[in-house]
């Protein structure tokens, strides 16, 4: 093929790319006309190699694997795997769950939520699994190289440092001298005369192997490159010769011709003899010094073999044998291991990094501490009797705190209800009436001891939650009093401002005397408001202050009303028309501290951090209403039953069944009986001054108002377990506030007039109703009313009760509840019913049960997100009891639309949680429940079906990760808990199971091959999915029944399929060969027949043969496929070679293969390797292109044209000169074999084939026509293999980076191997075997060469490199490798083959 000229760049723009449709397209195109033309040679799938049977193998060898040295690398360890319980971590000090909870439940949800909210973690630990990750994840792995030494080389040498004549370079010992001289030019036909001379800047330089250079310029920039260079090996001697000038000198070289030079005095003449004749005598000593170690260097190396049993020890002193062991072990101790100096292994890649799973936590929005320090009216005097005391408030006052988001238009927090009071203050109180004391918690006896009711009493600091922060968030403070008449009448004295103490004396008065009579009821009576952010990531607003203390009007005093106030917030012109009473409200907010001490949760439940002493002030959380969005919702892990009460509004103006009902207040209990002696619960959260509990509680008062609004929130404590019977009643009555003088003659003084009932039961159809409710009024409240039920024409049923104007519902009252162990939701509440009845599934009927399955689907995405592990947990139980398919299927369904609900909302983090710490298998009992990892991958197999719904399906490929996740801890579960795991492998797990996870794989794959393009993400993750699952298995089930799992998927690629098909089966064996027993499942040990062998008498494979993959087998896979993947186009073959190399890069990290045996028994795993790069060497051989890519984008692909393409099909096999080259060797090597041809593709004639056909082609090297003659003693003499199909072999250059990874490779293996292996080799290898490896060695130190700081930053910079010239970087004909090669292979027939080839 000839290569087709190239255009400058500053060609006009080819007609090809003019026609293109859009700027960009010229690429694809090219790829996609490469791919035609690649498909259009029929390249034949490589055949399968069946796996060994790796149980029985190790079965058959287990005498030779015991008394194997490194044993430890070919068994598994005992313990690989084992389940573990992990004691849940609360931020309590005890379980949030009431004592007596478990006993109370009897529903079925109830129950499954404690249970959850009670068991700990069960996680399934991996005792290698820190070693299953990329070599970036190992364990003690050194986080970053030490610096290397630092070394001064010549290049690096400011050029117009004065140096002196004689001084040592570098570091090294290496000579360097530098100056003008007068050069003759020797070229010229005729003699040397003075005027030949020409003055050039001379440079004398060490190179890396030890030579030595003086390199001429023409000034003194030696950055650039030399005009020329003189070879001082090929120097015979330097002598004075001033015939044609004076302080001249000659330089004699081997083929007899001379280099003239002169200086410009006589010292500085003496000065480069002297120099020049040292260089000479240490080239002359260094080279005796080698032909005297000739012979015994050899024995050295003889004597080393791992008891090779040769006898060549003996010869040895047992001194020299020791001494050359330490020095070697120094050596290979001191030394950076080679991957060190990779810049991969530097590069910082976490894409492949698992995410860290943390077990379920109560989270919270932005914490803000809300501390209350004071409330103080202008108007004071001193309260105490004999006005001795301080001067305070004049009344007592009562101060409740919540949040409101006027974005969103609602309260956001519960209540927090402060008393600020003095002390004296506080005693114008009468002492609450006894039946509201002696309350106490419904908790343990032990909780008692720790919260001091005291301490409770007056809380003064909250903590409230904000989930989603903005500026538009309110802490609104309401202030209540006593009960006096109307708002107006009461704030009057407080909003004047002289300071009158008789005013204040007055206010008193009245003050003391409404406390005595009225003490228990409220009356609002101010409000006040401040900003709580200064913007949406949550920064506090510390500097805002609460605003004016607004008078409450008694028209407007609902949420809804305070929202509208809150609106015109920032408008002074609408607050300025509002009342304001004279006074000062002092709150600071704060942060809260991680490790804030002594606070008590919105159950009263203590942190850990609680100190048990009474004085220390207890801080209250305050409950938050998060948002009913997923995106806002935790999972609950806490148990939580609290229910708000909020009455709204009754309509009692056309009552007429009392004759007074103005100044209405509203009681409010809750009750589990409707009998006539029924005492109301004690769970009402009570108010500061209070018990803890009450069994009742009021809303405040207004006077005077027929038709009265509340704001007030009531929270109660709900029971366990709800029943029919509970229910709420509120009983209104007339409060009289007048206390004139003149009744005081009459009957004794009435404070309240009971003026109605009205009640609500809790429950409705099973669930907690929370909808506004508007309830009729009663005025009577017989025995049984909760039976009473209307049967219309004017009958009804229960006892009989007098309606408040005629049965209309006059009271307004909603109700909020914040439960983790209730639900809201009718499709889940309905179906966890179901199960109860059915006893979860196992009596269901299929339809019934699938009934209430397919509704969980039109769950609310809050609800799902709340109950997670619940809903999980019983749906897999649902999976382990269906007695039919389509129950089995229908549950599975669920399942993915859960996981791909959280995985839409981005809390993926939550379904990782559930799968680690919370997911545990049913106890399996054979004859009753089935596994969930055997009916799973059923139920997911009929999913994958062609016939099925496809968006489920695709959920399903899309979040696979998660039910392959559940199948192995299913898997791991059930094999320790039922002692399976001491079975042998193929015993664990029934036949049945074997097939499932065969089917699933089959049904698995055409989705992965062929939805790549409609759906990229789906397949890519389903691929990743199962590569991790596949990966697993080798942990559990029978390994060669995994080995064919492997087998059937990469049947399903094949070469020439599009580059995103190759990057899915590389990440595959990336993921499973990064297994933490890679090695022990690759078995690197003999397979020869007869005796036990030895490694020393080993039959190593150099080649990849049919048996070496059978053998070893992932090693053999990633081999061949390496090498398919060589011969695709540039993308697919860096993915390959990345994996390759990365898979290198961690053994040789690996801590447990730290040593040197280790080492080389690993490469003894990858010698086909060499192979490998042999059947590639032409490509490989790239010297003089620089190691840094020149702007990528300018450079021209080598796929780019269809004419460029350098495919070459091989020649007739009837032309081959060379019949003696086995068919084999490439077929096997390449991966590319095919059973069916028997004829022998000259590969040679392809191998030197012009490179011209590459694009980016520089001189290809060494391409010897007689190696074709000398293949009698290849390789794969005696080895069968797959021989190539239609083979194609590609002939164009691999680029740079793709070159120095391959050679990173190869000099990994080079290093590691045992020098046996190394010998044998050579022994074995033909010679143009030898020639190409040797070949491939030199063209290491071409690409590894040091060129210098300026050269990087340069091509850092972009500049290109600096264009050598091409005499300064080749060698003279006398230091031509190729000649030395040659004389020394002529010498490997005479000598011992235990030659080493050390001084190459």
Not at 556 to 575: G, T, V, W
Not at 673 to 698: H, M, N, W
Not at 729 to 738: A, G, R
Not at 1372 to 1380: A, C
Request: with cysteine.
């Amino acid at each position: 093929m000839s290569q087709p000229p190239l255009l400058p760049a500053s060609a006009e723009t080819r007609k090809f790319t003019r026609a293109l449709s859009k700027p960009g397209t010229a690429a694809e195109l090219r790829q996609s006309v490469s791919e035609v033309v690649r498909g259009s040679v029929l390249l034949a799938k490589p055949k399968l190699i069946e796996p060994l049977d790796y149980e029985n193998v190790i079965v058959q060898k287990k005498t030779q694997i015991l008394n194997d040295c490194l044993r430890e690398m070919l068994l598994f360890p005992y313990d690989d795997f084992q389940t573990a319980t992990l004691r849940r971590q609360g931020r309590y000090m005890c379980s949030t769950v009431p004592a007596d909870a478990q006993e109370e439940a009897q529903s079925l949800f109830v129950t499954e939520c404690i249970k959850t909210y009670n068991s700990d973690w069960h996680l399934v630990n991996y005792k290698f699994e820190d070693y299953s990750g990329e070599f970036r994840q190992l364990p003690n792995k050194v986080a970053k190289l030490d610096k290397l030494p630092v070394h001064v080389y010549e290049v690096d040498e400011e050029v117009d440092k004065d140096e002196d004549a004689a001084s040592l370079g570098s570091q090294k010992g290496g000579i360097t001298k530098h100056g003008w001289l007068y050069k003759g030019n020797m070229n010229s036909a005729i003699s040397v005369t003075m005027r030949s001379f020409k003055r050039r800047f001379f440079h004398l330089l060490q190179l890396g192997d030890g030579s030595y250079n003086l390199n001429f310029y023409k000034d003194e920039k030696i950055s650039k490159e030399p005009k020329g260079s003189i070879f001082l090996d090929s120097c015979m001697g330097v002598v004075q010769n001033n015939k044609v000038r004076r302080f001249a000198f000659e330089l004699k070289m081997q083929d007899k011709s001379s280099y003239l030079l002169a200086a410009d005095s006589e010292a500085e003449m003496e000065e480069w003899i002297t120099i020049l004749n040292k260089i000479l005598q240490l080239n002359f000593e260094a080279a005796m010094q080698e032909k005297r170690n000739g012979d015994s260097h050899e024995d050295d190396e003889q004597s080393k073999l791992e008891g090779s049993g040769s006898g060549l020890d003996s010869y040895l002193p047992e001194l020299a044998k020791s001494t050359r062991e330490a020095e070697i072990k120094l050596k290979s101790e001191s030394r950076v291991k080679l991957f060190y100096l990779d810049p991969d292994a530097q590069k910082l890649d976490f894409t492949s990094a698992e995410p860290e799973v943390k077990p379920f936590e109560e989270k919270f929005g932005k914490r803000i501490l809300v501390k209350c320090n004071d409330l103080s009216f202008n108007l004071q005097c001193c309260v105490a009797e004999n006005e001795e005391g301080p001067t305070t408030n004049v009344e007592p006052f009562f101060v409740t705190l919540s949040l409101f988001d006027i974005k969103y238009n609602r309260k956001i927090s519960a209540d927090f209800h402060v008393d600020l009071n003095h002390f004296s203050v506080r005693q114008m109180l009468a002492t609450t009436s006894p039946a509201l004391m002696n309350g106490g918690r419904q908790s343990s006896p032990a909780l008692q001891d720790i919260l001091h009711e005291a301490a409770m009493q007056y809380p003064k600091q909250g903590i409230f939650s904000v989930t989603c922060p903005h500026p538009d968030i309110f802490l609104v403070a309401r202030i209540e009093k006593v009960l006096q008449g109307s708002i107006t009448h009461g704030a009057e004295p407080y909003m004047k401002s002289s300071d009158s103490s008789k005013v204040a004396q007055k206010v008193l008065k009245n003050a003391k005397q409404a406390c005595q009579r009225l003490g228990q009821y409220r009356m609002p009576f101010a409000w006040a408001a401040r900003t709580l952010f200064k913007d949406a990531s949550g920064n506090l607003d510390k500097n805002a202050r609460f605003s004016a203390l607004y008078r409450q009007d008694s028209n407007k005093l609902s949420n809804d009303d305070m929202l509208k106030l809150l609106a015109d917030f920032r408008k002074p012109e609408k607050m300025a028309k509002l009342p304001v009473i004279l006074g000062n409200l002092d709150i600071t907010i704060d942060n809260v501290s991680s490790d804030f001490p002594n606070y008590v949760n919105s159950s009263y439940i203590p942190m850990k951090q609680f100190e048990t002493c009474s004085k220390t002030p207890i801080t209250f959380e305050v409950e938050e209403f998060v948002p009913c969005i997923p995106k806002h919702t935790q999972p609950y892990t806490i148990y939580n039953n609290h229910l708000y009460v909020y009455p709204k509004y009754l309509k009692y103006d056309s009552q007429k069944s009392f004759a007074k009902a103005r100044n209405i207040a509203i009681c409010i209990e809750f009750k589990d009986s409707d009998e006539e002696d029924s005492q109301p619960l004690k769970c009402i959260y009570g108010r500061p001054g209070g018990p803890v509990f009450t069994r009742s509680a009021f809303a405040a008062v207004l006077h005077h108002h027929q038709n009265p609004e509340f704001y007030d929130e009531i929270k109660i404590e709900l029971p366990t377990q709800l029943h029919e019977k509970h229910h709420l009643l509120f009983t209104f009555f007339h409060v009289s506030c007048d206390n004139s003088s003149k009744g005081s003659t009459k009957k004794k003084d009435v404070v309240e007039t009971q003026v109605g009932y009205s009640w609500l039961p809790l429950l409705k159809d099973g669930r907690v109703v929370t909808s506004e409710q508007h309830v009729p009024v009663s005025a009577n409240l017989p025995s049984g009313y909760l039976g009473y039920q209307e049967l219309g024409m004017g009958r009804h049923y229960g006892p009989e009760i007098k309606w408040v104007d005629g049965s209309k519902p006059l009271l307004k009252v909603s109700t909020h509840l914040v439960s983790t162990v209730y639900t809201q939701d009718q499709h889940l509440h309905n179906f966890f019913q179901y199960c109860q009845k059915t006893e979860s599934g196992a009596q269901a009927l299929g339809s019934e049960l699938v009934k209430y399955l397919k509704s969980l689907h039109a769950m609310e995405g809050h609800v799902m997100i709340a109950f997670l592990p619940t809903i999980l947990n019983q749906l897999f139980r649902v999976l382990t009891r269906a007695a039919q398919e389509e129950v089995a299927v229908n549950v599975t369904r669920v399942i993915i639309h859960v996981v791909a609900q959280c995985h839409e909302e981005g809390l993926e983090s939550h379904l990782r949680s559930y799968v680690k710490y919370a997911y545990k298998a049913e106890p399996y009992i054979a004859s009753e429940y089935k596994t969930v990892h055997e009916e799973l991958t059923k139920a997911m197999t009929t999913i994958l079906k062609p016939s099925a719904d496809f968006l489920t399906s695709n959920k399903l490929l899309k979040y696979s990760w998660f039910f392959f996740d559940v199948l192995i801890k299913s898997m791991a579960q059930h094999l320790i808990e039922n002692s399976k795991v001491k079975l042998l492998r193929n015993q664990r797990f029934p036949a049945s199971y074997h097939h499932a996870v065969e089917t699933v794989v089959n049904m698995l794959m055409p989705h992965i091959t062929q939805k790549f393009r409609d759906n990229p993400e789906a397949s890519k993750n389903a691929n990743h999915s199962l590569a991790v699952f596949i990966k697993r298995c080798f942990t559990f089930m029978d390994r060669g029944f995994v080995f064919k799992q492997i087998n059937n998927y990469i049947s399903c690629f094949a070469p020439g399929d599009p580059k995103t098909l190759f990057e899915y089966k590389f990440e595959f064996l990336r993921v499973v060969c990064n297994h933490e027993h890679y090695i022990p499942l690759n078995l690197p040990m003999p397979f020869g027949k007869g005796r036990i062998q030895r490694y020393q008498d080993l039959q190593l494979d150099y080649s990849l043969t049919d048996e070496f993959c059978r053998n070893h087998f992932l090693v053999g896979l990633l081999l061949r496929e390496v090498g398919t993947a060589l011969q695709e186009f540039r993308e697919v073959r860096l993915i390959a070679i990345s994996v390759l190399k990365n898979l290198l890069i961690k053994h040789s990290f690996d801590d447990r293969y730290a040593s040197r045996s280790h080492q080389a028994r690993i490469a003894t795993l990858y010698l086909p390797l060499f192979g490998l790069l042999i059947e590639n060497v032409q490509r490989i051989n790239v010297r003089d292109v620089s190691p840094f890519p020149v702007n990528p984008g300018s450079t021209v692909k080598e796929d780019s044209l269809p004419a460029a393409t350098p495919l070459v099909t091989p020649q007739k096999p009837g032309i081959a000169p060379d019949g003696s080259l086995h068919k084999e060797l490439f077929g096997a090597i390449s991966g590319l074999a095919s059973p069916y041809t028997t004829s022998t593709p000259n590969i040679n004639s392809v191998r030197n084939a012009d490179s011209r056909g590459s694009l980016i082609s520089t001189d290809s090297g060494n391409s010897l026509p007689e190696r074709n003659s000398e293949k009698s003693n290849s390789l794969d003499k005696h080895q069968q293999s797959g021989t190539l199909g239609n083979s194609v072999v590609r002939c164009d250059k691999l680029d740079q980076s793709e070159i120095k990874s391959l050679l990173m490779c190869f000099l990994y293996i080079l290093k590691s191997m045992s020098d046996d292996a190394l010998f044998t080799y050579w022994n074995k290898a033909s010679t143009s075997e030898l020639m190409d490896f040797f070949t491939i060695s030199e063209v290491c130190l071409h690409q590894f060469q040091y060129m210098g700081k300026r050269y990087i930053a340069r091509n850092q910079e972009g500049l290109g490199p600096i264009v050598h010239d091409r005499k300064s970087q080749t060698l003279p004909v006398s230091r031509n490798r190729t000649g030395m090669m040659h004389a020394r292979l002529q010498q490997l027939g005479s000598l011992d083959n235990s030659l080493t080839f050390n001084h190459m």
